[in-house]
């Protein structure tokens, strides 16, 4: 008996020790993929660019944008009727395996997501390496293949580049959105709510922008900026939102955390700014004789960043005159924000959503039309509050009475 156990034992022991590595994946065989761009080629094939780390290249130094060492990133692109074969092609010309476990980044062009992008997502989901987190744009007037090779200041990896400035520019100025795999699959598959997806250009020159130059001078010949909200309606693109719409945008998401509001004053367009420092939105649906309708409140607080006017912050009036001016303000943006969307006749808020939780049985018999039909004749109302918490350090400009 004792000898039978001592047998079961040692196979045990065998057993975890020989199913140890049959996966295992050698780093010095292995291709990191920072980004992804999608583009089409006349021909109508998928034309795929991989950004590839330089591992020697950025070891020690991710955050610095210059220097005498070799480029960060290493480009290399195939073509295939699908994504795929294109990423098999790719592998004639790598002398490692293409891993998209690191991949946070994914940017499409243009043309392609006017055409559509439902085959592009299936793909990227059916992949168990791809991560659902990665952040997904659209890159304007210019192809993805060329974005990608747009050599950056400040992070050595552009792909890390261009995240960065996506986060902040949401958290700091409001016009812009993270939106990553998982929520446009989302967005994708329901019948309420269309995506909506950042946009991203190039600034100066493409050509020198590839150049190790580009992060060598105090001023790059070529930049990446956060441009715009791409609508979709289905999965194609049909139109970009911009400036205060886009913002707009963002309020009814309740996605803002801070940005700045201009306030008009007397006969000043441009009195003062006012500086959010917080915000909330609510958004509810309601039904009235088998009409939808919906209501969203904005509450925001902030303070005073600047005053170019005669404005007393002394006088309790004159702020609460403020704070109705930033009121109409931010509803101005908002109202706007929902004219674009009806133009283009897509629910890129989620309103849909909302309808179907609030009223599932009537929702049935909308959601074929939601976005032709109901969605460009909704009634929306809108409502903000502002409140000023505090004015800076001056109660009154050196510039009053001037």
Not at 30 to 53: E, R, S
Not at 79 to 102: F, M, P, Q
Not at 353 to 358: F, G, K, N, P
Request: net charge positive; hydrophobic share 40%; aromatic share 8%.
């Amino acid at each position: 008996m004792k000898q039978k156990m001592a047998i079961t034992l040692l196979l045990l022991l065998c057993a975890t020790v020989l199913s140890g590595c049959w996966s295992k994946k050698e780093l010095t065989d292995l291709a990191f993929v920072i980004a992804v761009g999608i583009d089409k080629t006349k021909d109508g094939k998928f034309a795929v660019t991989f950004q590839v780390v330089n591992p020697g290249n950025v070891a020690g130094s991710t955050q610095r944008g210059g220097g005498s060492g070799g480029v960060p990133v290493s480009i290399y692109k195939a073509t295939g009727d699908n994504l795929v074969e294109a990423s098999r092609k790719a592998s004639k010309k790598l002398s490692r395996l293409i891993y998209y476990a690191h991949t946070n980044l994914v940017v499409i062009g243009e043309e392609v997501a006017k055409e559509g992008v439902n085959g592009l997502f299936d793909a990227l989901e059916r992949n168990s390496e791809f991560r659902a987190t990665a952040m997904v744009v659209i890159a304007r007037h210019h192809s993805a293949e060329e974005f990608l090779k747009i050599l950056t200041p400040i992070d050595k990896i552009p792909a890390n580049q261009i995240i960065k400035t996506l986060q902040f520019s949401e958290k700091i100025w409001g016009q812009s959105i993270n939106v990553d795999i998982g929520t446009i699959i989302n967005d994708l598959a329901s019948p309420g709510k269309a995506p909506i997806i950042s946009g991203v250009e190039i600034v100066g020159s493409v050509q020198k922008g590839k150049r190790q130059t580009n992060v060598q001078a105090s001023e790059p010949d070529a930049r990446l900026n956060v441009n715009g909200l791409a609508m979709f309606k289905d999965d194609k693109l049909v139109r970009w939102i911009n400036g205060e719409a886009a913002r707009g945008v963002v309020w009814i998401l309740d996605k803002m955390e801070q940005t700045g509001v201009t306030i008009e004053w007397k006969e000043k367009k441009e009195a003062a700014v006012y500086k959010v420092v917080r915000a909330k939105t609510s958004v509810a649906a309601h039904m009235k004789k088998g009409k939808p309708s919906i209501s969203i409140h904005i509450q925001a607080e902030g303070d005073i960043g600047e005053e170019f006017g005669s404005i007393d912050f002394t006088n309790p009036k004159q702020i609460f005159a403020l704070e109705k001016k930033a009121e109409k303000s931010i509803k101005k943006e908002v109202v706007k924000a929902i004219e674009e969307a009806k133009k283009a006749k897509t629910d890129i808020f989620g309103f849909g959503d909302i309808v179907y939780r609030s009223y599932p049985r009537q929702w049935k018999t909308m959601k074929s039309d939601w976005h032709d039909h109901y969605f460009p004749q909704l009634e929306v109302n809108v409502t903000v509050e502002a409140f000023i918490r505090r004015t800076g350090l001056r109660t009154k400009s050196y510039l009053f009475g001037q």
